[in-house]
């Protein structure tokens, strides 16, 4: 597996342009709140987003600077969505630090995230780019139906295949697909492009939660087993969802009761996260994270070849090959 340095190597130039142009959108005259956009820039993650803009928009041509308006917009308002799900989920880590609402509270924290998510906005009225602005708002929407889809089915156990990944579509793999999008609109693509741009971000960004549901199955490199954590908030994810399917109903009913009613006892999650890995549950969804992988590559054969394309498809195989 590639490592993201290598990844990286066709766009370090922009990725370490994007460091001060992202630096300087967050700059504030609010003592506070300027604290709290430090924080945040110091505890930055893999900055995977602005890879797949900058990677996408050098495949397809010139990086320009609407390119860095995309990567900036969506950096942003991905922070503000990740800001406000810590507070929504109750989680006081975020990438084995402190979350903004662990140490500042919810009140502070949802403010926070409504201005990350304004100046985003702003930002990209700013830069004259609309086209854009249009792109990842619409994907902002789509995760918020996502996220409420998610919920609605949470209490009623009754997710399908269908449902989970409309649900994943939303919640996901849209903010991706307006990253490759963006980019194509960014260099002056036609409108086939941005679409058939639109449609790889699409899956590899599908593929990328599929292996973040897998996880929840997967021994955890801190606890040494694991986390079950989807299962504790009743989330019906793949591997559960085909298991669902393919077994009896009485072995049905009562991993659906196990779920519902005793999903805060870790012995019983235990026993569910096993009976998935030996139904199968987890090769299932392997298979079907690895065709997507497949499908996303495939949309880009037809191409110009370039060390921006050879990264970017690293990139999706990383997503589906990276440990964490």
């Not at 402190?98 to 990350?116: C, M, P, Q, R, T």
């Not at 849209?174 to 609109?185: D, R």
């Not at 941005?194 to 996880?215: H, L, R, Y």
């Not at 006892?265 to 549950?281: A, H, L, R, S, W």
């Amino acid at each position: 597996m590639s490592s993201l340095s290598f990844i990286k190597a066709p766009i370090e130039k922009e990725m370490q342009q994007f460091e001060t142009v992202f630096r300087n959108s967050m700059k504030t005259k609010v003592p506070l709140l300027d604290i709290i956009m430090n924080f945040i820039i110091r505890r930055k993650g893999k900055q995977m987003r602005p890879m797949f803009v900058f990677l996408t928009a050098k495949m397809l041509g010139v990086v320009t600077e609407k390119t860095f308006t995309a990567a900036t917009l969506i950096e942003l308002l991905h922070t503000a969505t990740l800001i406000h799900d810590d507070v929504v989920d109750e989680a006081y880590e975020r990438r084995n630090f402190f979350s903004i609402n662990a140490l500042w509270k919810n009140k502070i924290s949802i403010l926070v995230g409504d201005y990350l998510l304004s100046r985003g906005l702003l930002y990209a009225i700013d830069n004259e780019a609309i086209d854009v602005l249009r792109i990842v708002s619409n994907a902002v929407k789509e995760m918020s139906e996502g996220e409420l889809l998610q919920i609605e089915k949470a209490r009623k156990l009754d997710i399908t295949e269908d449902i989970y990944f409309e649900v994943i579509k939303k919640k996901t793999a849209t903010l991706i697909a307006s990253c490759t999008a963006s980019a194509a609109v960014s260099t002056n693509c036609s409108d086939d492009m941005v679409k058939k741009m639109w449609q790889f971000g699409e899956f590899v960004g599908i593929a990328f939660q599929i292996k973040d549901d897998i996880f929840d199955y997967q021994k955890s490199s801190l606890i040494g087993k694991p986390t079950g954590n989807d299962i504790k908030e009743k989330k019906m994810t793949l591997p559960l969802i085909h298991v669902l399917n393919n077994i009896s109903e009485k072995e049905k009913n009562y991993i659906l009761k196990t779920v519902k009613k005793h999903n805060k006892n870790q012995n019983k999650v235990n026993e569910v996260i096993q009976f998935v890995i030996d139904k199968g549950g987890i090769e299932y969804a392997t298979k079907i994270m690895k065709s997507y992988r497949d499908r996303a590559i495939a949309l880009l054969s037809d191409l110009p070849e370039n060390d921006a394309k050879l990264s970017l498809i690293e990139m999706v195989n990383y997503t589906v090959d990276r440990n964490k």
